[in-house]
């Protein structure tokens, strides 16, 4: 197994971390596949409840796709781990919660990473960028489509079409970010924000992620109108008893997550 992606399980929480620092965390068709397997045993793994994605070193959280020194290559198929962006083949999400610590720089397909994420906590140093047309490149890339959903129009349009760049403290006026913190406190502030989701029912939140998402793009009448199956399904789980148990004692809730 290649040290490029580093691995670990502490808990109910699985942390994965590029680890191409001298390549600014860039992806390359190794990396990428290494990211599916890992994405597959998250979402298969009913003991992790929540994901957590950074990059090593303080040069780069991701600094997209590594197209190495032959200006004739092809950047290589960014799947953000076997297709959550969607490039290349359909659609697919991670069910359980998922936080991005991004440091430096988050380019292209490392931008697109980042907005795959459930909440983004920034350091300082962060910046987020489309430098593609600034190369002469642009695909099917799905970061184009994330950013017109999750900045304003006008301002993911000029990152499109000029490649200029969004500081940490202006995603976060933007609403792109959930928190700014000084760099050397960014995974201090994340372990905060997995407490917080740790201290959560992990069956509601994935069906609460599950309704949001698959009801994103369509009218409010449509998504009030509709029964979602992992929310019917949560009702007559050992969770929801739990739940009401620990109300009832007035203590914490120990949740089964199954």
């Known amino acids: 197994m290649s040290d490029e992606l580093i691995y670990e399980v502490d808990g109910h929480v699985a942390y994965v971390t590029l680890n191409r620092p001298h390549k600014l965390n860039a992806l390359n068709a190794e990396l990428d596949e290494l990211l599916a397997a890992r994405w597959d045993a998250i979402e298969a793994d009913p ?4 994901a957590v994605l950074a990059g090593a070193g ?6 997209g796709g590594d197209i190495g020194a032959d200006a004739t290559a092809q950047p290589p198929r960014i ?10 083949g359909p659609l697919r999400t991670l069910s359980k919660p998922l936080v991005a610590l991004v440091q ?3 380019l292209g397909g490392g931008f697109e990473l ?6 983004i906590v ?3 140093t962060a910046l987020f960028g489309l430098p593609e047309v600034k ?9 184009v489509h994330r950013a017109i959903r999750q900045l304003p129009h006008r301002v993911a349009l000029s990152m499109i079409l000029t490649g200029e760049r969004l500081d940490a403290q202006r995603a976060f006026h933007f609403g792109l970010v959930n928190e700014v913190v000084p760099a050397d406190q960014l995974r201090t502030a994340g372990e905060s924000w997995v407490e ?18 698959s009801r994103a793009g369509h009218p409010l009448e449509v998504a009030l109108a509709t029964k979602f199956e992992p929310i019917e399904a949560y009702a007559s789980s050992a969770d929801v008893v739990e739940g009401r148990r620990a109300y009832a004692e007035k203590r914490e809730p120990r949740w089964g997550g199954r």
């Open 47 to 50: 003991d992790i409840w929540i």
């Open 58 to 63: 303080d040069r780069a959280f991701c600094a």
């Open 79 to 88: 799947a953000l781990g076997g297709g959550l962006t969607g490039i290349g």
């Open 104 to 106: 430096g720089y988050a």
């Open 114 to 119: 980042a907005m795959c994420a459930d909440i």
């Open 122 to 124: 920034a350091a300082d």
């Open 135 to 143: 190369s002469g490149i642009i695909g099917e890339a799905g970061v």
């Open 196 to 213: 917080l989701l740790a201290a959560a029912s992990p069956l509601a939140q994935r069906a609460a992620k599950h309704a949001v998402l």
